[in-house]
């Protein structure tokens, strides 16, 4: 499936998404990416995964936030494939959101609304 965020909030803002990821090079089966830039009313559709549970993470130029439990440091820069376990420094501890789909291996849209 494919996921899509739309930003449905009153302020721009950025976007980590997590995702299932075998092998990683840390040893661990997550990695991440980010980070995606959405102005209030836009949309990006910004993984592919045929996994039912993804993460995903969200800071407003306002300060709200959409986050959750599962913890992991992310660098402060656009990123891509970055295993959770690596680790950074500089970089920003965040907490992730659960995202839990079915038919995850159907190509459909999944769509996120961050209101």
């Known amino acids: 499936m494919w996921l899509q965020y739309s930003n449905q ?13 075998p092998g990683c090079d840390d040893g661990s089966d997550w990695a991440a990416r ?5 102005e209030p009313g836009e949309s990006a559709t ?20 959409w986050a ?3 913890a992991v440091n992310v ?9 959770w376990d690596l680790g950074v420094q500089p970089g920003l501890d965040i907490g ?4 839990s789909a079915t038919n995850a ?3 459909w849209v999944g769509t996120i609304n961050l209101t």
């Open 9 to 21: 909030y009153s302020q721009g803002l950025y976007l980590a998404v997590g995702y299932y990821s």
């Open 34 to 38: 980010g980070w995606y830039r959405l």
């Open 46 to 65: 910004v993984l592919w995964t045929t996994n039912d549970y993804s993460t995903f993470y969200a800071e407003a130029d306002d300060g709200a936030l």
């Open 68 to 70: 959750g439990p599962y």
């Open 75 to 83: 660098p402060l820069n656009a990123f891509d494939d970055w295993c």
């Open 96 to 99: 992730m959101s659960l995202v």
């Open 105 to 107: 291996w159907f190509p």
